[in-house]
């Protein structure tokens, strides 16, 4: 009887295993050779399935263009082998995406795995398609921009589960965005818009396209890879893991003081609904509720924050405030610049633009691209990181803006050329608090985070 007992645990068991591998199996998109499941939405591109792969091809004057699942996916991993032959052009992978509602005028939208074969080696970055636009540039984890292969296939993973994507090119992880909309869409490949003779004719191909959908389990991330996580005053588990923190709660001015007390202002700072906001007056530095501090002092560290401005507002993030210097308006420190450039006066003044968004005040110049810029009004995501060499990075939307050496002869100099020249050591502070400005303007924070480096 014992043996029977065990003789059936056995067969219970095979089964259940059997029952898991079927589960855990891919399902084919293309079978090698035709279309079927598959429609071209927007754009004239041609699309073929020719020696087991599909085929797109460059057309003048086109839009972009999108052969797309007719299924709709919501969680999945999926796989793919996609080369491009030419570096004028790129193409990406729709995910989760839709096509031709309210407000799109016959295009597809929604996130995009890019396919860059440019300079620039962004491809497994996530673009929002006629939407938002970037939403994780490689300039994030600047290591993977070496993956992709131009001219040779390129194997792209990518993985939805819940309200996180993660991609790898070439088993190379790349990006990783938690996003608050589109839970549920098609998926699509790309054929790039071109407008030039000499780009049209160029092709892009996609084989092996395999995606499972059921038995899903998270795929681990290395410890240094940035989030992007759009969901406001939240941190997952990843960062959690790996040292992120907030610094802004979402519900109190817990961890923050004022720069001239040791409690937080009575006055002129409004917290509500998600929301650290300091109020308008007037224009007048530090005269309302004053700049704010963190409790805590930081030396080597990555912090990022989501500001939103009011028209011809000023403000800005300063570091390594030691609040010693006694001044009458705002504290004394390394300040990323948070400003509307168009309306404020303060971005005509300086040298070359360095009181402008994103700059290191009167120091350094912000290096942007218009499309970067948000407007005013959106939301936007400065972020600093100070590495224990003290190299310093700004990035505005993901993208990186400017780069020093605190300390360094070039940093020293560019101290003697502008209004802190008058403050011995300034920004060499081995620590110091991170600090938000009151320069009288209305201007909203949100999605305060900080890891300590080492």
């Known amino acids: 009887m014992r043996k029977f007992g065990l003789i059936i645990a056995l067969l219970i068991s095979a089964v259940f295993m059997a029952q898991n591998l079927v589960q855990a199996q891919t399902t084919n998109l293309f079978d090698g050779k035709t279309l079927n499941g598959w429609e071209r939405k927007a754009g004239t591109a041609d699309y073929k399935a020719e020696n087991g792969e599909i085929v797109g091809t460059t057309v003048i004057n086109s839009g972009n263009s999108f052969l797309v699942t007719k299924a709709a996916y919501r969680d999945f991993v999926l796989n793919l082998d996609a080369k491009i032959e030419s570096a004028e052009s790129n193409s990406g992978v729709q995910i989760r995406s839709h096509y031709n509602t309210e407000g799109h005028n016959g295009k597809v939208y929604g996130r ?51 309200n996180e994507t993660k991609t790898w090119i070439n088993n190379i992880p790349v990006a990783y965005v938690v996003d608050t909309i589109d839970r549920e869409g098609f998926i699509g490949l790309q054929v790039h818009a071109v407008t030039t003779a000499a780009q049209a004719g160029k092709k892009v191909y996609f084989k092996n396209i395999r995606i499972q959908t059921s038995n899903l389990k998270p795929s681990a991330f290395p410890a240094d890879i940035y989030v992007v996580n759009n969901v406001p005053n939240f941190i997952n588990g990843y960062e959690k893991t790996h040292g992120w923190k907030l610094l802004f709660n979402g519900k109190n001015s817990e961890g923050w003081r004022s720069a001239t007390a040791e409690t937080f202002p009575a006055k002129g700072w409004k917290i509500e609904d998600g929301l650290m906001t300091v109020l308008n007056s007037a224009g007048k530095e530090a005269a309302n509720g004053g700049d704010i501090v963190t409790t805590g002092l930081y030396s080597a560290f990555d912090v990022s924050f989501d500001f939103k401005l009011t028209p011809g507002a000023n403000s800005g993030l300063k570091y390594f405030v030691t609040l010693k210097e006694k001044t009458e308006g705002s504290a004394i420190g390394l300040e990323y610049q948070v400003l509307d450039d168009e309306l404020h006066p303060d971005a005509k003044l300086g040298r070359d633009g360095d009181r402008t968004l994103a700059s290191l005040y009167d120091l350094i110049t912000a290096k942007k691209q218009a499309r970067f810029i948000h407007p005013i009004g959106a939301w936007n995501t400065g972020r600093v990181v100070v590495y224990p060499n003290n190299h310093v990075e700004h990035y505005l939307n993901g993208l990186k803006v400017l780069e020093y050496d605190r300390g360094s002869k070039e940093f020293e100099h560019l101290v003697s050329l502008s209004k802190y020249h008058i403050w011995p050591n300034f920004g060499e502070a081995k620590a110091g608090h991170l600090l938000l400005q009151d320069h009288g303007n209305q201007v909203s924070f949100r999605s305060i985070k900080i890891k300590e480096l080492h």
């Open 112 to 162: 995009q795995v890019e396919i860059d074969p440019s300079a620039r080696a962004w491809s497994g970055g996530v673009y929002d398609e006629d939407r938002r636009q970037w939403l994780y540039p490689v300039d994030l984890n600047a290591k993977a921009k070496t993956a992709f292969k131009v001219g040779q296939y390129n194997h792209i993973k990518i993985e939805c589960i819940g």
